[in-house]
């Protein structure tokens, strides 16, 4: 009999596991860490749920509507726009799409003029029909800002922040064909968060595979011809492997230096507070890049109240900058909202280097994995997202169910 091994239980190798459960395949799956879900994990601290990092689960993405059973679930949604600094203080500016009547009620917020709206309704029919997010045109984000010409407010207001927030990157070198891809997920579709924290996603898709099949807080040292060696001393054989890792160890596992610079780093804090924001939408509120250590910061709790015990406010914040303090934070959030430092009580903060891995950084590790009859899985191997890692765990396991059926 064929034996098929995941190596790796974030989304992407949960997503290989479950489809080859649905065809009826068998497999083991071994994650390294006690826990499943890899980038996407939730804690609980003193009563508040704390995702690992700022995420959202975005509902238009394909392979959430294919994949997940997102219509069962409790789920709380972000108003679709943000609150941008505008002349010194927090002003909503919306979707058009979605909050027709409040996005004309706050139509200069953002400090957009006429021509900027008109070239966002020109992307937005750009958008129309099936959008590829990668594509050969080697444009970065930052250069189709600019050649659009958008005014230097709105850029600085919306655009930027809103940009450098989704890539954890300010310098938006991303492809254009992705700002364009999260254009239409952010217009058509909604920003989510589970009752339970962006964990939900991982604990959802792990429900479906029986426990007898998953091997956690033991991890692959190497690999050798047919045989995976654990680093309890063990070894495992297998005929077909899925390694949907994260790509660092991959380059370790199949010899192939990691490339430099290939990541970009984040660090979210989060804050009680006794207090409501003045600011009362459940919307972002995006700081105008470089002129801030932070990125963005929300009330989640205005979000989805279940993230924070009954009288008390969850506030996250996301920098780009490691080594920032939470008194940093702290009295950056108060300088901004005309609050007391004090008003914020430090939870927890989380650092995460490699929250998101650079697209094109990758061609190497994937053409020796072909070469040796291993399929990836990742979000590394498409671009980073969600979206990437349940369609490249899917995409590998089908080759597998494909196989198995001309054996
Ligand atoms: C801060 C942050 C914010 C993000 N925001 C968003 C967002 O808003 N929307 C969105 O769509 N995406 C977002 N993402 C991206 C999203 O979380 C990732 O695309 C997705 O989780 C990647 O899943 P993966 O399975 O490809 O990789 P990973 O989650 O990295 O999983 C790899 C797994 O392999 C395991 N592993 C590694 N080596 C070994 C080994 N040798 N043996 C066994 N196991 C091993 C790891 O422990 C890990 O569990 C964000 C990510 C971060 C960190």
Sequence with gaps: MNSIVIVGGGIAGLQAAHILQ?????FILIEKSMSLGGRVQSEE?????????????????PEVQRSLQ???????YFQSGAYVLNEGKFKPFL????????????????????????????????????ISPINSDPETTSELISRYRFSEKFQRNFLRPFFAGIFLDDQLSPPAS????????????KAALPKNGIGDIALDIASRIPKEKIRIGVFVTEIKGKTLQLNNGETVLFDQLI??????????LLKINFPPQAHFGSKTFYFSMDKKLETPLPLIHLMPL?????????????????????GKHLMSATSLQMDLTDKEVAEELA???????????FLKSFSIPHSLYKLGCFAEVCQKAEKENIMLAGDYTLFPSLQAALSSGRKAAEKIVASSQTD
């Design 45 to 61: 601290f003193q009563g508040f749920i704390l995702d690992h990092g700022f995420q959202v689960l975005q509902t238009a993405y």
């Design 178 to 189: 992705l700002f364009f891809y999260y254009m239409k997920q952010f217009l058509e579709g």
């Design 95 to 130: 979707n058009p799409l979605k909050s027709p009547l409040l996005f004309l009620k706050n139509i200069t917020a953002a400090g957009a003029t006429i021509f900027d709206f008109l070239k966002l309704v020109w992307i937005w029919l750009k958008t129309q029909g099936s």
């Design 335 to 345: 300088r901004v909202l005309d609050l007391s430092p004090n008003d914020f009580i």
């Design 22 to 26: 649905n065809k009826g395949l068998d």
């Design 290 to 310: 470089h002129s801030s250590p932070l990125l963005h910061f929300s009330c989640l709790s205005q979000v989805n109240p279940a993230l924070a015990p009954e």
């Design 243 to 252: 390694l949907a890792t994260d790509p660092k160890q991959a380059c370790e």
């Design 70 to 76: 997102i219509s069962k679930w409790d789920l709380s």
